[in-house]
T-cell receptor, first 116, second 113 residues
Framework: EAGVAQSPRYKIIEKRQSVAFWCNPI?????LYWYQQILGQGPKLLIQFQNNGVVDDSQLPKDRFSAERLKGVDSTLKIQPAKLEDSAVYLC??????????????FGSGTQLSVL | GESVGLHLPTLSVQEGDNSIINCAYSNSASDYFIWYKQESGKGPQFIID?????DKRQGQRVTVLLNKTVKHLSLQIAATQPGDSAVYFCAEAFSGSARQLTFGSGTQLTVLP
């Protein structure tokens, strides 16, 4: 079974530039998550989708971050404009249903973003 | 706000010894706990989970212990191997919060030859 795919693997940009990350979840998984992981910290949830609807985006900095999952499969996370503090690894995860507390999340390898 | 924290940021153990990684959580309403392993350059990988109605759960070479009285979680790895070297995160969830996971800051486990 293929895992969660993310691209690009690395990205280096200057502050105030824009950047986009792409995620393809495990086939058949209804729920998709984007996490931000700052160096030395645990992942922090940015946004959660159930199919193509947003379940929770309370921790997404909406003035600069946006995400979409138009057809309920792939997802894109965008930052515009980027700030130095956005330097982090952006992890995508998926789960089969997303409704049960004990449902396992499967993570991709992430996109490492460096903002200079 | 509520958070999950770890007692030690780093842990070094001899190959073949047992490892114990600790975690303190602060949300007494959390009812589901998970341990993840994250190797360098990879995403977190599920290791083992436990619900709040249990105090111990065993997997292959790993055991998770939950002490709700003191809000403490631990991960025990038996016969630690070089491949166990990674950062270990505990995470908590509350079933009334749309299944949101809150991660701790992680413990770096290094296995010495």
């Amino acid at each position: 079974e293929a895992g969660v795919a993310q691209s690009p693997r690395y990205k280096i940009i200057e502050k105030r530039q824009s950047v986009a990350f792409w995620c393809n979840p495990i086939s058949g998984h209804a729920t998709l998550y984007w996490y931000q992981q700052i160096l030395g910290q645990g992942p922090k949830l940015l946004i959660q989708f159930q199919n193509n609807g947003v379940v929770d985006d309370s921790q997404l900095p909406k003035d600069r971050f946006s995400a979409e999952r138009l057809k309920g499969v792939d997802s894109t996370l965008k930052i515009q404009p980027a700030k130095l503090e956005d330097s982090a690894v952006y992890l995508c995860a998926s789960s089969l249903y997303g409704g049960a507390t004990n449902e396992k999340l499967f993570f991709g390898s992430g996109t490492q973003l460096s903002v200079l | 706000g509520e958070s999950v924290g770890l007692h030690l940021p780093t842990l070094s153990v001899q190959e073949g010894d047992n490892s114990i990684i600790n975690c303190a959580y602060s949300n007494s309403a959390s009812d589901y706990f998970i341990w993840y392993k994250q190797e360098s350059g990879k995403g977190p990988q599920f290791i083992i989970d436990i619900r709040s109605n249990m105090d111990k759960r065993q997997g292959q070479r790993v055991t998770v212990l939950l002490n709700k009285t003191v809000k403490h979680l631990s991960l025990q790895i038996a016969a630690t191997q070089p491949g166990d070297s990674a950062v270990y995160f505990c995470a908590e969830a509350f079933s009334g919060s749309a299944r949101q996971l809150t991660f701790g800051s992680g413990t770096q486990l290094t296995v010495l030859p």
